[in-house]
C-alpha cells in the first residue's frame, strides 16, 4: 500500500508518464477548478512484467480506484501498513501541523490495472489567490512520504506559477529559472524529450483571443489545447504562461 500511496503523491512521477494534462477549469464569478493528471498507460504495458501485480497491490488498488480522497485519507491509506497506525499518524500532524488544513481542497485520484495507469490530483479553489497559495501548499504532501514512500518533488513551474483572473482575463506566469527546474529534475530531465506536456483550459464564455497562435480551440470557442515537448517546458518553463481573452 505505501508503494500505491507513493504514486499518488511523488510527483516526481510526473516525467514518467506519457502525458501529462493540465486542465483549469475558471467560472464567470472566478472560481478555478486545477487539475493535473499524469497518463502513463502505455508506459505500464511497455515495462516487464507489468501484468505480474501482487495480490496485496491489487487489494489496495480496489479500494481506492477511481475514487477522489482527501489528503487524510491518503494519509489513512499509507499507515495501514504500520504496527501503531494512529500513533504514527499523529506523530505525523504534530510535526506538519498546517498539513490538512493547507491541503483540504485538495483530492487524489488513481486508476490502476494491468494496463491502464492513471493518476490525477485536483484542487478546487474559490478564486485565483487561493489556487496560487494552493499550488504552493503542495509541499505539504511531502509528509505522506516519510518512511518507505517516495516523496513528493513538486516541479518548479507549478509552485511558481501565478494565476490572475480579472475583467474576463485568465493570465498565468511563472517565475522559475530553467536551471533551477532542471536542477530539481536531475537524470529524469534528460528524459523529458520523449513525453508530452498538455495544457487545456475551460471557460463559461466564448474565447476572443490567446496568446499562443496556435492554440487549438473548441468549437464551441470556450476552451483551447496547447501541447508541449516536456523537454520544451524543462529549457524554457515560461513557455506555459498564457493569457486568455473572452468575449
Do not use: H
Not at 493540465?22 to 512484467?49: D, H, R
Not at 497491490?57 to 489513512?76: F, M, P, R, S
Not at 485565483?128 to 509528509?143: H, K, R, V, Y
Request: hydrophobic share 40%.
Amino acid at each position: 500500500m505505501k508503494k500505491v500511496i507513493g504514486l499518488i503523491v511523488a510527483f516526481g512521477f510526473l516525467f514518467q508518464s506519457c502525458v501529462t494534462t493540465e486542465e483549469v477549469t475558471v467560472k464567470k464569478e472566478g472560481a478555478i477548478t486545477y487539475g493535473l493528471e499524469m497518463n502513463f498507460s502505455e508506459l505500464l504495458q511497455a515495462m516487464p512484467n507489468s501484468n505480474g501485480m501482487s495480490k496485496d497491490v491489487k487489494k489496495a488498488l480496489d479500494l481506492i480506484n477511481g475514487e477522489e480522497l482527501t489528503v487524510e485519507q491518503l494519509l489513512d491509506l499509507s499507515l495501514l501498513e504500520s504496527k501503531k497506525p494512529e500513533q504514527k499518524k499523529d506523530s505525523i500532524l504534530k510535526a506538519n501541523p498546517n498539513l490538512l488544513k493547507k491541503t483540504e481542497n485538495l483530492r487524489a485520484r488513481v486508476m490502476m490495472n494491468d494496463s491502464v495507469g492513471n493518476i490525477a490530483l485536483k484542487i478546487i479553489a474559490k478564486n485565483a489567490s487561493d489556487l496560487n497559495t494552493s499550488l504552493i501548499n503542495l509541499e505539504e504532501l511531502s509528509a505522506l512520504g516519510e518512511g518507505n514512500t517516495k516523496k513528493l518533488d513538486t516541479p518548479e513551474f507549478v509552485k511558481n506559477s501565478k494565476f490572475e483572473w480579472k475583467k474576463k482575463t485568465l493570465q498565468r506566469t511563472i517565475s522559475v529559472k530553467p536551471e533551477d527546474l532542471q536542477k530539481g529534475l536531475g537524470e529524469l530531465g534528460q528524459m523529458a524529450g520523449m513525453f508530452t506536456y498538455r495544457i487545456k483550459v475551460n471557460f463559461e464564455q466564448p474565447i476572443q483571443s490567446v496568446s499562443y497562435a496556435d492554440a487549438l480551440i473548441a468549437q464551441d470557442g470556450k476552451s483551447f489545447v496547447k501541447e508541449f515537448k516536456m523537454s520544451e517546458v524543462v529549457a524554457n518553463p515560461k513557455i506555459l504562461e498564457y493569457k486568455v481573452e473572452l468575449k
